[in-house]
């Protein structure tokens, strides 16, 4: 089974900040990976789709890169936002139905 | 509507009762997935659907957890005899085959409490 670590665990930052959040799995055979926010009391908002072929997406402020043969991504954050305050989720797919989910990481962005 | 959409909200259910938690996917979108997500804890991938079949169910943690989607629209999770170690949030999820490969809509979840 896929095992999934995102560290740090929780991060808090002052507005303007650039910042990193790091996402771990073990089994490199994965078909891609998604980087979701969720807010509290809320479902996922999808971020970033990064296929198992690419090294980077980009969406604004945000860029998300993929190392599939160390099993590792980054998602950096640009110029945060106190809006940008949420749980931040890595989901790698072994397949098409199925994503394994890490504990995510808790930002704060403080104004 | 324009996302997944999922019912009720929120569930309290004495210790033994029986829930059923609905999902309304995107419209057109041929895969639908449930999550179960504890607190504190990422989503738990729980069964998936493909149109109205249920390809991929080893994410169900007993024979008490069913789901169905009988016209490969709307599904149901019916968890029977709820224990409180099922209490958690309950996410749905739908994909197109025609989107971004398997990128996943969520819906806003269904909080599940029991007594």
């Known amino acids: 089974k896929q095992e999934v670590t995102q560290i740090p665990a929780a991060l808090s930052v002052p507005e303007g900040e650039n910042l990193v959040l790091n996402c771990s799995f073990t089994d490199s055979a994965i078909y891609n990976l998604q980087w979701f926010r969720q807010d509290p009391g809320k479902g996922l908002t999808s971020l970033l789709l990064?296929?198992?072929?690419?090294r980077e997406q980009t969406s604004g402020r945000l860029n998300a890169s993929l190392d599939k043969s160390s099993g590792r991504s980054t998602l950096y954050i640009a110029a945060s936002q106190p809006g940008d305050s949420a749980t931040y989720l890595c989901?790698?797919?072994?397949?098409?139905?199925?994503?394994?989910f890490g504990s995510g990481t808790k930002l704060n962005v403080k104004p | 509507g324009a996302g997944v959409s999922q019912s009720p909200r929120y569930k309290v259910a004495k210790r033994g009762q029986d829930v059923a938690l609905r999902c309304d996917p995107i419209s057109g979108h041929v895969s639908l997935f449930w999550y179960q997500q504890a607190l504190g804890q990422g989503p738990e991938f729980l069964t998936y659907?493909?149109?109205?079949?249920?390809?991929?169910k080893s994410g169900l943690p007993s024979d008490r957890f069913f789901a169905e989607r009988p016209e490969g629209s709307v599904s149901t999770l019916k968890i029977q005899r709820t224990q409180q170690e099922d209490s958690a949030v309950y996410l749905c999820?739908?994909?197109?085959?025609?989107?971004?490969?398997?990128?996943?809509?969520f819906g806003p979840g269904t909080r599940l409490t029991v007594l």
């Open positions: 999820a739908s994909s197109s085959f025609a989107s971004s490969y398997n990128e996943q809509f």
């Open positions: 659907f493909q149109n109205e079949a249920q390809l991929d």
């Open positions: 989901a790698p797919s072994s397949s098409f139905n199925k994503f394994y």
């Open positions: 990064i296929q198992s072929s690419q």
